[in-house]
Nanobody, 121 residues
């Protein structure tokens, strides 16, 4: 069982920056592809960024150009650098493994507990 733990959330003014971190309890092939999702109050969870094992990254249009996902395989860490934050970025942010369901039956589908990001106007 892999555990993911997010940190780095908080309250920031619009235009500011935050860096979220996701720490995995152990290294495993399940962590080959990693993602960040977010869920705002009253809205569905949204996949906003993911990074594949080869290093390629993908972003939702809502965050493209402002957010950057990265990883440190040596320490089993995944990061989300968030710049030019907007009030509409307010949400709980979740780290997730295997976002593209490469592995069957949810074998590698792990989630963190989430970290709150609040952007004030």
């Amino acid at each position: 069982q892999i555990q993911l733990a997010e940190s780095g959330g908080g309250l920031v003014q619009a235009g500011g920056s935050l860096r979220l971190s996701c720490a995995a309890s152990a290294g495993t092939i399940c962590l080959s592809d990693m993602a960040w999702h977010r869920q705002a109050p009253g809205k569905e969870r949204e996949l906003i960024a993911y990074i594949l094992s080869g290093g390629s990254t993908h972003y939702a249009d809502s965050v493209k150009g402002r957010f950057t996902i990265s990883r440190d395989n040596a320490t089993n860490m995944v990061y989300l650098q968030m710049n030019s934050l907007r009030p509409e970025d307010t949400a709980v942010y979740y780290c997730n493994s295997d976002p593209l369901a490469t592995w069957p039956q949810g074998l590698c589908d792990y989630w963190g507990q989430g970290t709150q990001v609040t952007v004030s106007s």
